[in-house]
């Protein structure tokens, strides 16, 4: 595995996460809803490829449990592990939290993600109807979970 370095990112990180949202979704978050999440306290957390970002995290804390809201990878580094890497330092200062457990919602068309998930023993517990929106419509959510207590 390439050796990868891993930091909380700020708001001067903003411009290369919002490059590499636009680049990987076809629905990008805007800026704003990246801002809101920093004002809220929210862990944004990078991966760095020699100083440069090529891909983030973005979890909510509540109590005890943990909500992976976004989890992206630069689409001209994916396949290569940065998305497993992220996730496993997320669970790994998850579990030194103390969090009890991971949550996420994926879109149930996105099969790398659902396999890396299901690889880092996150198993389903639920389905969200019409979550995502989609070229003809809307794309149905599954919701995942990764217990760590």
């Not at 909380?8 to 903003?14: P, Q, R, S, V, Y």
């Not at 990078?46 to 970002?53: E, K, T, V």
């Not at 879109?107 to 109807?129: P, Q, T, V």
Request: negative net charge.
């Amino acid at each position: 595995m390439p050796s990868w370095d891993w930091a909380a990112l700020a708001g001067e990180d903003l411009p290369e996460i919002l490059a590499i949202e636009e680049a990987a979704h076809p629905y990008p978050w805007s800026e704003a809803v990246f801002e809101d999440c920093l004002r809220a306290g929210y862990r944004l957390d990078g991966a760095f490829d020699r100083g440069q970002l090529i891909g983030y995290s973005v979890v909510m804390t509540v109590l005890d449990e943990w909500h992976l809201l976004n989890l992206c990878v630069d689409p001209a580094v994916q396949r290569r592990g940065a998305g497993r890497f992220l996730l496993e330092r997320l669970l790994e200062s998850a579990v030194a939290a103390e969090a009890s457990c991971l949550l996420l919602e994926v879109r149930a068309g996105n099969r790398a993600a659902i396999a890396l998930y299901e690889s880092a023993g996150f198993a389903d517990i639920g389905h969200r109807k019409a979550y995502y929106p989609a070229p003809n419509g809307r794309e149905d959510a599954r919701v995942m979970r990764r217990l760590l207590s």
